[in-house]
């Protein structure tokens, strides 16, 4: 096999993965609500052909052939070590198993909105238990060294272990404990002008278009629409498609969704057509793709500039909403620090906290350290050790995230880690751009080139630790995001 | 192979055709404009795949032994027999000409898209050229007995040949000369309040999902959208999508084309989801399908009936509009005879002269009778004779139509087949229901319920042909559809 005939066989399994995701798409925004049966067997023929294509002895033999070859460019070799090392895991999964996993999710996840709508984890965790025994088989399968956990985060973040999230939380959790109490102590934010105040759908829908463009979402090679639960998705670098969810009495929700999937979104669209189907071409690694929504929607979207920026525009809008409102108001109700028990509402500073619970809990559902008959009431001490709250029924406590009805462990860290990340390139960013002057004239370009350059252009040749490195000079460090967000809430006289 | 083993084959093959369709539909109707390239390789590696798995020589193997199967059904057997044709005839297309046709295709369509826009037929003849010459030598590839164009023909309405069609025309176009001649002679039809009056887009669009509900689109399986060209198109039977396009101007056009999409529409949703798959749960013969647009877009839509059922529906919509207009006037007007250069705006009687037109130009391309460059002389020379119209330019002209640069000959003598095909199935259906009275009051079901029956639940398992026979007790005879128009224009008294 030479370069040629690799890529050709990557861009097919991609041509396939993308049509995939065209009906992931539509499933969630125009599909019609009678039309779910099928188009699971459908996304499922796709799915097992990609793998087919990918797990093919011949194309394992190509690839340890084309590692010999001496004309390889380091980049080119770079892809196809990466491929082969994708190879070798794909391999270790076979057929049945995926088969398995897809019938148990089906009547997973049915399970699991019938559990969530009725507040009764009984009815899920029948299910759960299987989706545990299943994840244990899948660390099995694909081997670690020292954690099963490490087997799983493999798929959302290779190179990431769970003594790594460890190390990381520890000194993360602590830290924001600490700064959560002394914001709540202070806090005084007006919220009145957004929790009783109507701004209609169609201006927010409008206002929602307008950021995206702003920011420098392509919308020639993409779109916006609406679904429940907001998401981006790529075809391929020209075809990019995003949803956001709005929400009349929810307006910064609304904001903060739409230019979270913006930032995902950028991402995908600024990964290079030359390199479809490459590994250098595509994004796995999830903690950076996180880095790059979390970029935008929290250390550029929710600062100062951007709300000198943004709340003229906002007033245009929203006259009436917001005659008697200021930028400062604003600004500080975008930042309101206030625990809550749903993952997706909370802030900045107590999301983490959500995340090392399910860690936790995914961790030791894992090695069988935690049952899940007790995930419960795990869940519930935990939220009142973490952030104080008393959790009043499942659906709002260990039910909330599809996640697991899904089959999948080991995904939420990345929510975490590209937070961090996040903090991390900012400041990269800042030694080279003044980035709040820029922000606050709404000139976003240079920053998205920045990003373009440093961190969209690699695709997945890196994994995000040693493209935080590359980038940054250095390994992860939490103590980028503890200094943004002590700076944001206890900003420095002058 | 068994018969499930083989049905397994069938539905992987049509996830896959199925995906495509998928592609199709966004491609016309929410892909931003900048993302056509690799769309169109995504589509080529679905159609490519589905190709492979259809046209393996284990899958051939494996007809073969199944059809000797005794434990067969007579109707199962039908199915093997049918995928036994189409197979054979799909094995004779070399996977490099299939790739020739789709490169060939892509510049074809560029150059016909600037030809049409340049009013240059100059610049379309080089690919309209090779268009043939593939044509060509796709019909020495399948083989035939007395016509290269019966090759052609059958992949739209196999069994149906050259000779057929020559002998329907023949009866058809003379006595729709005379036809045209008289209606003409006594026309006197209200168009003002057509052409000189707005109908909003938004009004349109609601009246038209209402129609589609009304006649028995179900929404629930299926979506109602807008797109430059009106289409349908099914993923599977629970999820049929079609589009219609509405002019202000053109009000009747618009309820026209949503009527007929909707015919083919239901037409799909009609197909049996235990059939999914085997011929019998899909349609490749499009005279069936037209037959299906038709009787309900024309038999059943254009009907004093209908009118009588609408009329009420329509003056509530536009009110302002219609607040001087007759029923009587509508049904004129929606039932106007006026000679048009375009073949999709014709009416119901000059429809076919286009057709007969397209036919025999494409005939005489494929034996060589006629030349290429030939093809605009004896487009306008046609026109003019068939229809007394003088052609101004190419582009309302031998330019208006898209099927040549998609590479399809063949396709054209299926419109109308079709229409003859839906005259004939109305008279059947009349024997057995009082259409008139039941369309007056608006109850569709019971017609949908005779064409489910009748026409829909055997999908593919017959030709046009023979469906026919089966349902009206005899063969295709245009006499119905002559005296359907005799009777609509010259009513008896009484």
């Known amino acids: 096999m030479n370069f040629a005939t690799y890529q050709q066989t990557l861009r097919k399994i991609t041509d396939l993965s993308g049509a995939a995701a065209v009906l992931g798409w539509d499933t969630e925004t125009y599909m019609p609500s009678g039309s779910h049966a099928l ?19 011949s194309f394992g033999q190509g690839l340890q052939t084309l590692l010999q070859d001496p004309s390889l460019t380091p980049e080119q070799r770079q892809n ?11 391999r270790r999964i076979p057929a049945s198993f995926v088969e398995r996993m897809a019938s148990l999710t089906t009547l997973a996840h049915q399970a699991w909105a019938r559990a969530k709508t009725e507040k009764n984890f009984a009815i899920f965790a029948p299910f759960l238990t299987q989706v545990v025994a299943m994840n ?6 694909l081997g670690y060294e020292h954690h099963p956990y490490d087997a799983l985060l493999h798929d959302y973040d290779r190179g990431m272990t769970t003594a790594a999230v460890e190390g990381i939380f520890a000194t993360l959790l602590p830290a924001l404990q600490e700064l959560i109490a002394q914001v709540m102590a202070g806090l005084s934010v007006r919220m009145d002008f957004l929790e009783e105040r109507a701004y209609p759908h169609d201006e927010q829908f409008q206002l929602s278009k307008m950021l995206s463009a702003a920011v420098g979402f392509d919308f020639t090679r993409g779109r916006l629409d609406e679904a429940l639960h907001p998401f981006s998705t790529s075809f391929h670098p020209q075809d990019v498609r995003m949803t956001t969810r709005l929400d009349p009495y929810k307006l910064f929700d609304g904001i903060g969704s739409t230019i979270h999937e913006a930032g995902h979104s950028m991402h995908s669209q600024g990964l290079r057509l030359e390199h479809y189907g490459l590994p250098q071409g595509t994004y796995s690694n999830l903690s950076t793709a996180e880095s790059q929504s979390r970029i935008w929607e929290n250390n550029i979207g929710r600062s100062r500039a951007f709300m000198q920026w943004l709340y003229p525009l906002l007033r245009a809008v929203f006259p009436v909403q917001l005659h008697d409102v200021s930028e400062e108001e604003c600004y500080a109700a975008m930042n309101l620090v206030r625990p809550d028990y749903i993952r997706v509402e909370a802030d900045e500073l107590t999301y983490h ?5 399910r860690f936790g809990i995914e961790k030791d559902l894992l090695t069988g350290a935690l049952l899940v008959a007790e995930v419960p009431e795990y869940w519930n001490t935990q939220m009142q050790e973490l952030l104080g709250m008393e959790v009043p029924h499942d659906a709002l406590g260990c039910l909330q995230d599809v996640h697991w009805a899904h089959g999948s462990m080991g995904y939420f860290p990345t929510y975490s880690l590209g937070t961090l990340y996040a ?6 960013m800042q030694r080279e751009l ?3 002057a820029l922000i606050a004239r709404g000139e976003f370009a240079p920053l998205l080139q920045w990003l373009r350059e440093h961190i969209h252009t690699p695709g997945d040749l890196y994994t995000a630790g040693e493209l935080c490195e590359r980038v940054t000079g250095e390994p992860l460090n939490p103590g980028y995001f503890l200094r943004y967000a002590r700076e944001k809430f206890f900003p420095k006289a002058g």
Not at 136 to 141: C, D, G, I, V
């Open 136 to 141: 244990q088989e899948k660390a099995q399968l």
């Open 353 to 357: 906290m959500h995340i090392a619970l």
């Open 423 to 428: 903090a991390q390139y900012m400041v990269a």
């Open 80 to 90: 196809v070590h990466i491929t082969q090392e994708e190879y070798e895991r794909a």
């Open 434 to 436: 003044d980035a709040d």
């Open 39 to 57: 188009r699971g067997q459908q996304l499922g023929t796709l799915s097992s052909m990609a793998h087919s294509l990918f797990t093919a002895e």
